[in-house]
Structure formats: structure tokens, C-alpha cells
């Protein structure tokens, strides 16, 4: 496991109504994804040569709105850079999962997930034809894709406000069958050998999540105030 102490800033929004515990050990950290440079998937034993990294499952859509802005993207994707495009007219791209949608799982993997030696690049599909597109991929790609390895968590407290934990994504958090995961990215000391901290490099994300004031506030708690 990664030596990455967990400790918490505790932040709150000034009307109140959300109060933030952000772990400061692992948002400060040097972790990246290594997607294709020793990213070993989440099987039962390391795989890396498949270069699937955590999408050898389909993803869970936020909501029926996302769901219908994935569809219609994919759509738009040249077949030269999303190896599965002829799904869109065999069984489809989603499935029901649940009161949800998730991507289709296509051998073995998320139909948007071109394999190795795939002409067009290895690789999310909706990545590729993002960047293709002269676009920030993390507008094309699911919410979830784009915040793991960080998990968001909510739960309302008595006094009607509700706490938002920002954490690693752990092993355990995959739910059932969690054990049988041989390796991890965020227990991976391999995955932590970034120059700049991890809040640095998931701005765009944070942003999203918190807003510039609170990203600004946990930045000089914990030291890290220069642009």
C-alpha cells in the first residue's frame, strides 16, 4: 500500500449548507493514473498487458441526462477512433443497470474501450475523439470516469446540512467481491511518482466539484497557495 497518511481539511460553505472533509494526504500527493505505463486492471491477478485499466466493468451513469449526452456523442465518433462504433447499431452502447444506465460491457471490457493494436489508438473512445475534436475529453466522458481515482461522498447530518467526503477510490468501494482484486492504483506505491500534487493536476475537476473559493481555501490550509 501506498505510504500516503490520511488527514482531513475540513472546509464549509459560508451559507452553511455544505461542509467539506477533503483528504489533504492523498490530494496532495504525487498519484497518477498509469494507464498503460504499469496500470495492472482490477482482476483477480495483474493484467497489464491488457491495458484496460478499471474499465474492464461498465460505468454507471449519473442520470437519464447523461445517459442521452453519451449517446449522442458517441454518435458523432469517425469508427477510425472507436473500435466498437458498429454497436451503436447491433445491441447498443447502455445498459439498464438497475434504476440506472451503464456502459455495455464488450468482451471483456467497456464497449468504449478501443484495445491494443486498435489502428485508431488504444484507449477511451470518447477520450480520443475529444482530444480529436480539439476538446477537453473530461466534457465527452462519464462524471465517474472523470473523478476516479477520487470518491465523492455525501450524507446528511442532524442539523440539515450535508458532509461531502473527498477521498481514494479503495479497493472496497468496488463493493462485493472487492477482496479478489489483486491490485489497485491508490494502494499502488508505483502510482505516486507525479512532480506536482494531485489538486494541482485535477484543477478542471475540483473546480467543478467545489468552486474556485473553497479550492482556494483548502489550498492555503495546506500550504500550496502559488498559481
Known amino acids: ?6 488527514r482531513f481539511v475540513e472546509l464549509v460553505e459560508p451559507d452553511g449548507s455544505l461542509r467539506w472533509r477533503l483528504d489533504a494526504g492523498f490530494l496532495t500527493s504525487g498519484f497518477e493514473c498509469i ?25 454507471v451513469l449519473a442520470d437519464e441526462e447523461e445517459a442521452m449526452n453519451i449517446t449522442a456523442l458517441a454518435a458523432t465518433i469517425s469508427p477510425d477512433l472507436f473500435q466498437f462504433a458498429d454497436e451503436r447499431d447491433g445491441e447498443g ?3 439498464a443497470q438497475g434504476p440506472r444506465w451503464a456502459t455495455r460491457v464488450v468482451d471483456g471490457a467497456c464497449v468504449f474501450l478501443n484495445r491494443p493494436g486498435f489502428p485508431g489508438g488504444p484507449g477511451c473512445a470518447l477520450h480520443l475523439a475529444a482530444t480529436s475534436a480539439g476538446e477537453e475529453p473530461r466534457d465527452w466522458k462519464p462524471r465517474t470516469c472523470n473523478r476516479v481515482p477520487v470518491r465523492v461522498e455525501e450524507r ?41 500534487p494531485l489538486h494541482r493536476r485535477i484543477e478542471a475537476e475540483l473546480l467543478d466539484l467545489m468552486g474556485p473559493e473553497l479550492l482556494a481555501d483548502f489550498r492555503e490550509q495546506v500550504g500550496d497557495i502559488e498559481p
Do not use: K, N, Y
Request: charged content about 25%; proline content about 9%; glycine content about 12%.
Open 35 to 59: 494507464w498503460g505505463r504499469g496500470c495492472q486492471g482490477i482482476h483477480d491477478e495483474p493484467r497489464p498487458e491488457l491495458m484496460d485499466g478499471c474499465c474492464s466493468v461498465g460505468v
Open 1 to 6: 500500500m501506498a505510504d500516503v497518511e490520511q
Open 93 to 95: 452502447l447502455l445498459q
Open 156 to 196: 446528511p447530518l442532524d442539523d440539515g446540512s450535508t458532509e461531502i467526503t473527498v477521498r481514494p477510490w479503495r479497493r472496497e468501494d468496488w463493493g462485493p467481491g472487492w477482496e479478489s482484486v489483486a491490485w489497485w492504483c491508490t494502494q499502488a506505491p508505483e502510482a505516486f511518482g507525479a512532480p506536482t
